[in-house]
């Protein structure tokens, strides 16, 4: 994208009591994109969310929104909007008084105010649940007048905090689809603080990986997922993660190294022809393939795919190849080598 | 239906009077009979050497609605109720906002507030004696230092309904304020980030998001102040025993003159049945007309 990012962060710091918080965090997003910030607890990632909507203030580095130096401005002259994993809805309020209460705020005269609310009430589907109360909602609906909230000031930016992690599974699946065509409809820049990397990888044009307060990686999520920058980022991402391997077991890569592999380019190959002599430690089903865990000395996470249900005894040995090209390299510090 | 789920209906119905009997047993001893048995009283004339109990029907309240000395009492309540009402909570609303803020020494301000709480009403009179004593008190010596004249504060009709509304005040407010602490712990951080963001000024988020949510507490704080209005009468033992000339005189002293210094009973039968009348359809009214009005979460 050519036009100029929408937030910038430069080197930004925070740290309580002297402790961690995030360090250097250093960010450009562009305008109507979709970024995830992804990582384990404690990562930083909401931290990093909270500096931004200026709920947080940094102990170093700048923010910029539009161009503009928010660093230490208020959460209101931002101009953004944001979704809490609590939804923070007021409780007293009813679902329409809950999704203008910032255009009163703000003195939006009153037909403007009704119509961005029957607006914001449309592409949601509340329509018809305007005199509710929160209480009176399920959990899926709450989530939505969040949205709505969210929405209905027509701000550009908008921050969401973990905002499907209250919801069930299948709930989640929906709802994912339609914020990430709420983002795409209204071209809206959306911020998206996840701990789930099956929601950071589908919804998110750009995913930042944190981890201790650091950024491991940004990169569209194929970049992710087939480049790797460290091991940490290696191991985290995928559904089973890569597996890694002490160079020192292969031949041809040094002592130092680190290998990793993805299981979908590992295959099972007749006794004596493999690479690799292995023992099956368990078999998993996971409807369209089974995940046979695999144990061999200096590896970690090494595990092969079989199509449809080909449960494998635990103690078997099976011999498994691969080829080079699919290997990632890592130095002894866990950094990618290889391109 | 089987007897089997009969008897174990039964069963779980003793099980419930049981539970409910020495609540109950107390009540009916120490509440409805002797209500009952006072408004029964005040039915009946006064029981002197010459004349004996006789029933009088509602003479001893019209003897009351003839009395000035009733008239003024029941004003002085209502202007006491009147004041430290709506005075105590809204002290004891602004202490908690602020006893509830980031502030530095948040343990020490709210032990401090609480503290007139934990005296008992007769040590809190004492106390008041002391700073309003003219010449010696504490309030004639901070007024001297301005060249202010000596004021008996108790001792004149002006003053005197007004130095006992004080003592009640600050002896209530820090009561209140433990429960507004508690119902502001309640209310959840992300609620003031979410408003922050809208840009809601301070005042807005008190008004349109905070008091309504604290509506459940007022309401009960509200009744009780009510009742304390009525109740909270050991101060006048202390500091103005009702005068001078029935200013500062509430009705439940009245009460207690009437009965045990005068020994009319029935005639504080008669009050006694009035006040608690009084006081039922208030409560009943604040508990129906503000439920409505009220969120519970």
Known sequence: ?339 | MSAHANLERRRQAIYGWLLLSPAAVLLTVFAFYPSIATLWSSLFSRNTRRNPTEFVGTENYADLFADPTFWLVVKNNLFYAGITIPVSIFIALSMALWANSKISARGFVRTAYFTPTVLPMIAAANLWLFFYTPGLGVLDQIGSVFGLPSVNWLGQPETALWAIIIVTIWKEAGFFMIFYLAALQTIPEDLKEAADIEGTSRWTYTRRIVLPLLMPTTLFIAVNAMINSVKLIDHLFILTKGGPSDASKLILYYIWEMAFAFFDAPHAAAITVLVIAVLGIVAAVQFLYLDRRTHYQ
């Open chain 1, 1 to 339: 994208m050519t036009t100029a990012p929408i937030v910038e962060l430069k080197d930004v710091a925070k740290r309580w009591n002297g402790q961690l918080g995030v360090e250097e965090i250093s960010l450009d997003i562009p305008e109507g994109s979709f970024t995830a910030l992804l990582g384990p607890s404690g990562c930083g990632k909401s931290t990093t969310l909270r500096l931004l909507a200026g709920l947080e203030l940094p102990d170093e580095g700048k923010i910029l929104i539009d161009g503009k130096d928010v660093t230490t401005s208020a959460a209101s002259d931002r101009n953004l909007s944001m979704v809490f994993q609590s939804y923070a809805l007021f409780p007293h309020l009813s679902v329409a008084e809950n999704v203008v209460f910032g255009l009163k705020v703000r003195r939006v005269p009153k037909k403007e105010r009704q119509e961005k609310l029957h607006r914001a009430l449309e592409i949601t589907g509340l329509l018809g649940y305007e005199d509710r109360k929160p209480g009176e909602l399920s959990g899926g609906q709450r989530q939505r007048v969040a949205l709505a909230r969210a929405i209905v000031a027509g701000q550009r930016l908008c921050l969401m905090d973990e905002p499907l992690s209250n919801l069930d599974a299948k709930l989640r699946n929906s709802v994912r689809k339609d914020i990430k065509k709420l983002q795409r409809d209204l071209g809206i820049t959306v911020i998206y603080v996840t701990h789930d990397q099956t929601e950071a990888m589908s919804m998110a044009d750009t995913v930042v990986l944190m981890k201790d307060g650091h950024i491991q990686q940004v990169g569209t999520p194929d970049d992710l997922y087939s480049r790797p920058n460290n091991t940490f980022v290696a191991e985290f991402v995928g559904a089973p993660p890569m597996a890694l391997l002490k160079s020192s077991i292969l031949d041809g890569f040094g002592g130092d190294k680190t290998i990793g592999i993805r299981a979908e380019n590992i295959q099972i190959v007749p006794k004596g022809e493999g690479r690799m002599r292995c023992t099956v430690n368990e078999s998993e089903f996971l409807g369209a393939e089974t995940l046979i865990g695999l144990d061999h000395e200096g590896t970690a996470g090494l595990c092969v795919l079989k199509p449809g249900l080909s449960m494998v005894a635990e103690g078997n040995e099976i011999d498994i190849s691969f080829n080079d090209e699919n290997l990632h390299v890592f130095d002894a510090a866990g950094q990618r080598l290889t391109g």
